[in-house]
Structure formats: C-alpha cells, structure tokens
C-alpha cells in the first residue's frame, strides 16, 4: 500500500506551495481562459515539481543516489 511521506514535503516548503499552488490554478483556470502561453507554462512547471518530488521520494535509506559520483563512474582512474 502506498504510505505518503510528509517529511519530503516538509523539507521543501517552497517547492511543495508552489505544486499545490500550479494543481490548483489548473484545476480552475479553464473557468477563466486564459492564454495558451500561461496554460502550457503552469503544466510545464506542475511537470518539473512531479518529476522533482519523484526523485527525491524514490531515494530511499538504503539506495544509491541517482548520479554517480566520479569514483563510480566508468572509466574514471
């Protein structure tokens, strides 16, 4: 079962206002119409925070970061 860890969100206040924020503009905004430009750059934003908070959730106590430092990189003496 899925479990939501708060603390990830609690770590990033500002990330975290600004996705509730973009959700929520998007949720309402069609009531309003607005410029196609301001629409593609709100879903822009929500897909970077999702794929922000993706990240930082999916790194768990016992996995490796996503990069590699240069020690573990191939080729690296």
Same mark, same amino acid.
């Given at each position: #079962? /899925?479990?939501?860890?708060?603390?990830? /969100?609690?770590?990033?206040? $500002?990330?975290?206002?600004?996705?509730?924020?973009?959700?929520?503009?998007?949720?309402?905004?069609?009531?309003?119409?607005?410029? $196609? $430009?301001?629409?593609?750059?709100?879903?822009?934003?929500?897909?970077?925070?999702? #794929? /922000?908070?993706?990240?930082?959730?999916?790194?768990?106590?016992?996995?490796?970061?996503?990069?590699?430092?240069?020690?573990?990189?191939?080729?690296?003496?």
């Amino acid at each position: #079962m /899925f479990k939501p860890r708060l603390d990830v /969100f609690l770590a990033y206040p $500002i990330h975290t206002s600004a996705l509730v924020a973009v959700f929520a503009l998007l949720l309402f905004l069609p009531l309003v119409r607005p410029p $196609i $430009i301001l629409s593609m750059l709100l879903v822009t934003l929500l897909v970077y925070l999702s #794929m /922000f908070f993706g990240a930082k959730l999916a790194l768990d106590e016992n996995q490796r970061p996503l990069s590699l430092s240069n020690d573990d990189k191939p080729g690296a003496h």
